[in-house]
């Protein structure tokens, strides 16, 4: 018997233990639980870049 099951985002993203609290969220509701504003710029500037298709090939 084979038993299969999907990734874990502990498994894709290799999180501490200490980060307990994973949420995956759309960007308005991410802006609202991001404490600092230093946060929220970077969190847009990915969202504009990915928007923009403006980020560079994976290097393999």
């Known amino acids: 018997m084979h038993l299969l099951s999907r990734p874990t985002v502990w498994d894709v993203f290799g999180f501490s233990p200490e980060h307990t609290d994973v949420q995956w ?4 509701a991410a802006r609202e639980v ?7 710029t970077a969190l847009g500037e990915l969202r504009e870049r990915l928007l923009a298709a403006d980020l560079p090939a994976p290097v393999n």
């Open 25 to 28: 969220l759309d960007y308005p």
């Open 34 to 40: 991001l404490r600092f504003d230093s946060k929220r």
